[in-house]
């Protein structure tokens, strides 16, 4: 009996690692190419806050300098200067990400 119980524990555990080591889409904004943009923001020395919808990808330029990201879900805030390349922004910028329209059925909540 214990040898059954020990080799289904042995079991379950080996499937929990199996199923952390597939590959899970990541939810966290991250860098796109440029040319990939469907939005553009041109952030001035006035800009606080800029709104985006999920799964928008939005091209930021800052002066000479523009970089994308892709908005990958996740319905919160962001500050763009963690998301943008180092050195192209010195103060905080909110970037709100909201639920896109097109991927709700039943709109925004």
């Known amino acids: ?3 059954r119980t020990s080799a289904a524990l042995a079991a379950i555990v ?13 939810l966290a904004p991250s860098a796109a190419p440029p ?3 469907t939005k553009t923001v041109v952030i001035k020395p006035t800009t606080k806050t800029v709104n985006v919808f999920e799964n928008d990808i939005v091209l930021f330029k800052v002066g000479a300098k523009q970089f994308a990201i892709n908005f990958d879900g996740n319905n919160v805030f962001y500050d763009l200067r963690t998301l943008a390349p180092p050195g192209v922004l010195a103060r ?3 970037v709100y990400v909201a639920p896109n329209p097109k991927d709700h059925e039943q709109g925004i909540p």
Do not use: C, Q, R, T
């Open 35 to 37: 040319e990939a943009a």
């Open 14 to 26: 080996l499937a929990g690692f199996a199923g952390a080591a597939i590959a899970k889409p990541s």
């Open 1 to 3: 009996m214990k040898l």
């Open 92 to 94: 905080k910028i909110k």
